[in-house]
């Protein structure tokens, strides 16, 4: 039998807590170790229950959560930290971000996305939620890639370059599929043709290639459009 993720919650909100810890542990198929609100008891509860991963809230009362992170990080501790906050704004990604989390996601996230995001990162995948997907590609923009990632796009068909458009403005497949007249397997299925072709490891890096390549969502089907038309 595979072991359950432990995880940890930091949030000084009771009910949060509360809620977080039914929804992984009952829906999740997580173990919740250890939950406080209470900043001063997170390195002491990380050492004694070693958890696999840290769900950590932005927002406390006492101390930021970046300011926990830190002072995690400066004991030797090296848990992942996922965090999980009401924040969406790109400054406090950003920063979370520089201090090495593996995840950002938001409360008002639908519960699955919650239960699917944390069990990735607890497999070592970068999370980042659908809703921040565009401010996550304009943090770790590089620029164009040129005619190496024209020729990828063009590798694309029609129906999927459609697809990554979609993608790249953060929207789930439920989304995609309703918006496309298509079904939900179908869009799993393109969205998987895309990952192939483009060497891609997830829907997070799916945007940031797209936005690196056309520096706008809107341009991703375009682009593809005009390298179609140049190898034809």
């Given at each position: 039998?595979?072991?359950?993720?432990?995880?940890?919650?930091?949030?000084?909100?009771?009910?949060?807590?509360?809620?977080?810890?039914?929804?992984?542990?009952?829906?999740?198929?997580?173990?919740?170790?250890?939950?406080?609100?209470?900043?001063?008891?997170?390195?002491?509860?990380?050492r004694?229950?070693?958890?696999?991963?840290?769900v950590?809230?932005?927002?406390?009362?006492?101390?930021?959560?970046?300011?926990?992170?830190?002072?995690?990080?400066?004991?030797?501790?090296?848990?992942?930290?996922?965090?999980?906050?009401?924040?969406?704004?790109?400054?406090?990604?950003?920063?979370?971000?520089?201090?090495?989390?593996?995840g950002?996601?938001?409360?008002?996230?639908?519960?699955?996305?919650?239960?699917?995001?944390?069990?990735?990162?607890?497999?070592?995948?970068?999370?980042?939620?659908?809703?921040?997907?565009?401010?996550?590609?304009?943090?770790?923009?590089?620029?164009?890639?040129?005619?190496?990632?024209?020729?990828?796009?063009?590798?694309?068909?029609?129906?999927?370059?459609?697809?990554?458009?979609?993608?790249?403005?953060?929207?789930?497949?439920?989304?995609?599929?309703?918006?496309?007249?298509?079904?939900?397997?179908?869009?799993?299925?393109?969205?998987?043709?895309?990952?192939?072709?483009?060497?891609?490891?997830?829907?997070?890096?799916?945007?940031?290639?797209?936005?690196?390549?056309?520096?706008s969502?809107?341009?991703?089907?375009?682009?593809?459009?005009?390298?179609?038309?140049?190898?034809?």
């Amino acid at each position: 039998m595979t072991a359950k993720t432990r995880v940890m919650l930091v949030d000084d909100h009771a009910l949060c807590r509360s809620g977080l810890t039914e929804l992984l542990q009952h829906r999740g198929n997580m173990d919740v170790v250890v939950a406080t609100g209470d900043p001063a008891q997170v390195v002491p509860m990380l050492r004694e229950y070693q958890p696999d991963l840290m769900v950590l809230d932005l927002r406390l009362a006492k101390i930021d959560g970046l300011s926990v992170l830190r002072m995690i990080r400066a004991e030797g501790c090296e848990t992942p930290v996922v965090i999980l906050t009401m924040s969406d704004s790109e400054d406090d990604m950003s920063a979370a971000l520089r201090a090495g989390v593996r995840g950002y996601l938001l409360k008002d996230m639908e519960p699955e996305e919650v239960i699917d995001a944390i069990g990735r990162a607890a497999r070592g995948e970068m999370v980042v939620a659908s809703a921040m997907m565009l401010k996550f590609a304009q943090i770790l923009q590089t620029g164009p890639k040129g005619s190496v990632m024209g020729s990828l796009v063009a590798s694309l068909t029609e129906r999927e370059r459609e697809v990554l458009d979609h993608v790249a403005r953060g929207q789930s497949n439920k989304v995609i599929a309703k918006a496309l007249t298509i079904s939900h397997n179908t869009v799993k299925m393109h969205v998987r043709h895309i990952m192939d072709k483009l060497n891609l490891r997830s829907r997070v890096e799916a945007a940031v290639f797209a936005f690196e390549y056309s520096n706008s969502p809107e341009g991703v089907k375009a682009a593809g459009d005009i390298n179609l038309k140049v190898k034809s």
